[in-house]
């Protein structure tokens, strides 16, 4: 999850059902909002969970570090690796810290087994490419780019956006025609494979009662993916 803030945190930690039901990378806040990683305590056990900051190479003015999870599947033996990260949000010329940490991440897990590495990674479409190329360089698969070789060009233009100002509620205006894959999911060294992926929070279901109007969750989608074992 990104941007958790405390006060979403709490509601989280107040659901009796997802308390007693998942593992939560944090339990505690000390800035205004974070990241989270879940896991099902039905079907995994969790085996370490730590977080991080980018040391001062990649200094975060934004409060950004990174959420890792090793968990073991309850029922075989195989472990997996959760990483989740919200990049700096800098774009354009001004995107140092950045692309510094999604190196930093990429380079240390490299050798880690099983890596799943999801999040706001704040990749705009005019740098899509050079991010690309840094990922497949380090032989990291890309979700996204996987699926599109393997399902209809349409279908993979209509899961491509997470961040579209065309068709969020949230945005529009100025920015309209923008559109970005803002969230990835990158995979590594993995005894697993994508097999189906979609959007998730593209419809208005939230009501804003004073324009009694109806909004999408959040300025982003989500991004729902299913691996399979190979």
Not at 164 to 184: A, E, I, P, Q, T
């Amino acid at each position: 999850l990104q941007e958790v803030t405390p006060n979403s945190l709490q509601i989280l930690m107040d659901s009796l059902f997802i308390v007693d039901n998942y593992y939560f990378s944090l339990t505690e806040m000390t800035q205004c909002y974070d990241t989270l990683i879940l896991v099902n305590n039905t079907k995994f056990n969790v085996i370490n969970t730590n977080i991080y900051d980018f040391g001062e190479s990649g200094h975060s003015m934004m409060g950004r570090g990174y959420h890792h999870m090793e968990i073991e599947f309850k029922f075989g033996d195989e472990h997996l690796n959760i990483v989740t990260s919200h990049l700096e949000s800098e774009f354009k010329k001004d995107a140092k810290n950045k692309l510094y940490q999604y190196k930093y991440i990429l380079d240390k897990f490299k050798n880690t087994e099983n890596v799943v590495f999801a999040g706001d990674l704040n990749i705009p479409n005019y740098q899509s490419g050079y991010y690309d190329k840094i990922a497949k360089n380090m032989k990291w698969f890309d979700s996204w780019i996987e699926m599109s070789k393997t399902i209809p060009k349409d279908y993979a233009e209509d899961i491509r956006w997470t961040y579209d100002c065309n068709k969020n509620s949230h945005r529009g205006g100025s920015r309209k025609n923008n559109h970005s894959r803002l969230d990835r999911v990158l995979y590594k060294n993995a005894k697993f494979t994508i097999s189906a992926m979609q959007l998730i929070g593209t419809d208005k279901s939230v009501h804003d009662y004073e324009q009694d109007k109806h909004h999408h969750p959040s300025d982003h989608f989500g991004l729902l993916c299913d691996f399979q074992m190979v």
